[in-house]
């Protein structure tokens, strides 16, 4: 079975620093690998995927995320942090269940960027 | 324009009791899912259904039935409610058919969550 884990429960960044959350993933295949950003009381929003060609994946509000086939690794990036950023960040992997096709969502990290 | 709305936002409610949560979606999308995120904020897949058939079934107590009268709507029943209930139901939807591969790349649109607290 697909997995995907999140080794930080929590990253502090200031205010335009850039900012790393890191996603290591276990898939059997190529991985389909996503990020979702949750601001309090409000659902999921995608942010950008990584299906297959380059490895720096760019996606909304400048993040992008680095797919590392070796280190099995989508650490999310964005080069200059701002406060609004402060979320809970979910990497996530597509897996193939019995009846169809399912995402596997890590713990969560949350984000705090202070000023 | 909302495009996956979910209804109640928060539902406060006593054990045993049965409720229902509403969802629905106008993004014309093939497959809606129901997610429970959990006081720590884990994220676990419930149902998932595509154009009114359920092709995920996750294991949850049979207390739990969701129905969907079309494909743009994905109703969940919970009766005899118990405390560990109490979480945030989300309502999601993405393109496609769940068993197609040309699919499995989209990614999912998600509700601003049911909130359910069991007293």
């Known amino acids: 079975a697909q997995s995907v884990a999140q080794p930080e429960d929590q990253v502090n960044v200031a205010e335009g620093n850039p900012l790393t959350v890191k996603c290591t993933y276990s898939?059997?295949?190529?991985?389909?690998l996503f990020w979702y950003v949750q601001y309090p009381n409000r659902g999921l929003q995608f942010l950008l995927k990584?299906?297959?060609?380059?490895?720096l994946v760019k996606g909304s509000y400048g993040f992008e995320a680095e797919f590392n086939k070796s280190q099995t690794s989508f650490h999310l990036k964005k080069p200059s942090a701002l406060v609004s950023d402060s979320a809970l960040y979910f990497c996530?992997?597509?897996?193939?269940?019995?009846?169809?096709?399912?995402?596997?969502f890590g713990a969560g990290t949350r984000l705090f960027v202070k000023a | 324009d909302t495009a996956v709305s979910q209804t109640p936002k928060y539902l406060v409610t006593q054990m045993g009791n049965d409720k229902s949560i509403k969802c629905e979606q106008n993004?014309?999308?093939?497959?809606m899912y129901w997610y429970k995120q959990d006081s720590k904020k884990f994220l676990k897949i419930m149902f998932s259904?595509?154009?009114?058939?359920?092709?995920i079934n996750e294991t949850v107590p049979n207390r739990f039935s969701p129905k969907s009268p079309d494909k743009a709507h994905l109703n969940l029943h919970i009766n005899s409610l118990e405390l560990g209930d109490s979480a945030v139901y989300f309502c999601?939807?993405?393109?496609?058919?769940?068993?197609?591969?040309?699919?499995?790349?989209?990614?999912?649109?998600f509700g601003d969550g049911t909130r359910l607290s069991i007293l």
């Open positions: 990584y299906i297959t060609g380059d490895n």
């Open positions: 999601a939807s993405s393109q496609g058919r769940g068993q197609e591969t040309i699919y499995s790349n989209q990614p999912q649109h």
């Open positions: 996530a992997v597509r897996d193939m269940g019995t009846g169809g096709f399912k995402t596997i």
């Open positions: 993004l014309g999308h093939d497959t």
């Open positions: 259904y595509n154009n009114k058939e359920l092709i």
């Open positions: 898939v059997s295949g190529n991985p389909y």
